[in-house]
């Protein structure tokens, strides 16, 4: 079995290194991964990644990569010397970009494919002309990039357990949008606790604000991992 402590993956959503530097050393013996997203990616560069990968953990490079495929499959290659241990891609950008990052990836860290944002409901969906329910239209997207070459999926809780029954028991499926009973929601559309997405087949849920915002993360990651 897999220790809770090992499902959860700590965004280190900060503007600098600075200020994600002490609380990435206050959670990082109480979780499996750390993140590296857009803000702090933008601020530091590679150089975030290798601090949080001296931690001595897996880093999560959370760059939702969209682009044509020359350019996804360069910025593949570059983020395969970083040190991260997963690179996020969207699966919207089509099967020809997700072959191709996975070629740039050159078997070196896994890329995992963004189905649809967390952030977004059912209308916004509507709004931005993505075709079915959320659900369809995450399934859709999640079998396009394993078919291409993903070796992972970004879902919602919402959608995850329809993942799994569509991709298998193979691909990791990376779930944000959790939030520990009683937290918050914030920008977030489809949420659920950490229990209830790794009941529903998540391997690993990416735990942010509640973690960040709250007086003591390491103790409450301890929480969320006894949870699951």
Same mark, same amino acid.
Do not use: Y
């Given at each position: ?61 959370d760059l939702k990569l ?14 395969? =010397? ?39 409901? =059912? ?106």
């Amino acid at each position: 079995m897999t220790a809770g402590r090992d499902r959860i993956c700590a965004a280190l959503d900060f503007p600098t290194w600075r200020e994600a530097g002490p609380f990435a050393r206050a959670v990082s013996p109480e979780v499996g991964m750390l993140k590296v997203g857009l803000e702090l990616f933008a601020a530091e560069g590679p150089a975030a990644v290798r601090e949080a990968a001296a931690l001595g953990r897996p880093v999560f490079l959370d760059l939702k990569l969209h682009d044509i495929p020359n350019t996804v499959l360069g910025a593949a290659r570059a983020a395969a =010397e970083s040190g991260a241990s997963i690179l996020s891609v969207h699966a919207s950008g089509g099967e020809e970009m997700v072959r191709a990052a996975a070629r740039g990836a050159g078997g070196r860290l896994r890329v995992i494919a963004v189905t649809v944002l967390t952030s977004l409901d =059912e209308e916004a969906l509507g709004r931005i002309g993505l075709a079915g329910p959320s659900q369809e239209a995450v399934v859709r997207l999640a079998r396009l990039s394993v078919a291409a070459g993903a070796q992972g999926i970004v879902c919602s809780p919402r959608e995850v357990e329809a993942v799994r029954q569509a991709v298998g028991p193979g691909p990791l499926l990376v779930v944000p949008g959790v939030r520990p009973e009683g937290a918050a929601k914030g920008d977030q559309a489809r949420v659920a606790t950490p229990a209830e997405a790794v009941r529903a087949g998540a391997d690993v849920v990416v735990v942010g604000r509640p973690l960040r915002e709250g007086p003591d993360p390491a103790a409450l990651a301890r929480a969320i991992a006894a949870t699951l």
